[in-house]
């Protein structure tokens, strides 16, 4: 039983174009996040987001939007790929409230050509 | 602001022990530490909540001293497996969002 499923795992599209990260949590958790790891493994928060409340980093480009159909899911849209978009992809979820740990999902590597 | 790992890497032999430091300039209220096998997702290990509170996992301890703003990981008697990038995080009380260090890259020889 996976935890946090992302799919594809692997995501190969030319500069331009638009593409999207499927993420599924099973957990029951009320936050989910979007992060970005760089090639320096540096990792970014780029949205986390519940039933409530959206936070968006202020220095993602307003090309990347989430979407979440329920609370189980939240899914990103990625618009007009550019290269530097090139990088790991994690979804992550985690209960409210101070104290708990978050559960990361395999990651979707993402590479723009 | 994020926090400050040190060392940025550290290359062990199978058996002996490291620490790894997390530091932030801001007031801690909770400290996370995961480990990132390569090609793998970032796994969670513990989170401390309190000043002066100290956690284990197996091998594996970190404390928390919130007057130095400061949390340490222990890794004892390694094995290869314990091999990977070890993350810290801190918590923004502004919008309870981890801010992440930027990692101790961990290498465990036989």
């Known amino acids: 039983d996976t935890a946090v499923s992302q799919t594809p795992k692997y995501l190969v599209t030319q500069m331009g174009n638009d593409k999207s990260i499927k993420c599924e949590q099973n957990l029951g958790h009320d936050t989910m996040y979007w992060y970005k790891q760089d090639s320096k493994k540096f990792l970014k928060i780029m949205f986390s987001?519940?039933?409530?409340?959206?936070?968006i980093n202020e220095t993602v480009p307003n090309r990347f939007s989430p979407k979440s159909p329920d609370k189980a899911h939240l899914n990103l849209h990625i618009n007009s790929l550019e290269l530097g978009d090139s990088a790991v992809y994690f979804c992550?979820?985690?209960?409210?409230?101070?104290?708990?740990?978050?559960?990361f999902g395999s990651g979707t590597r993402l590479t723009v050509v | 602001q994020q926090p400050v790992q040190s060392p940025q890497a550290v290359i062990l032999r199978e058996g002996e022990d490291a620490v790894i430091n997390c530091s932030s300039s801001k007031a801690l209220y909770s400290v996370h530490w995961y480990r990132q096998k390569h090609g793998e997702a970032p796994v969670f290990l513990m989170i401390?909540?309190?000043g002066g509170e100290q956690k284990g996992h197996e091998k594996i301890s970190a404390s928390f001293n919130e007057k130095k703003q400061q949390s340490s990981l222990y890794l004892t008697a390694s094995q290869l497996s314990y091999s990977g990038t070890y993350f810290c995080g801190t918590e923004d009380r502004s919008n309870y969002q981890l801010i992440w260090g930027a990692g101790t890259k961990l290498i465990i020889k036989p």
């Open positions: 401390l909540l309190k």
């Open positions: 992550a979820s985690s209960p409210l409230g101070q104290g708990n740990g978050y559960t």
């Open positions: 987001y519940n039933n409530k409340e959206l936070i």
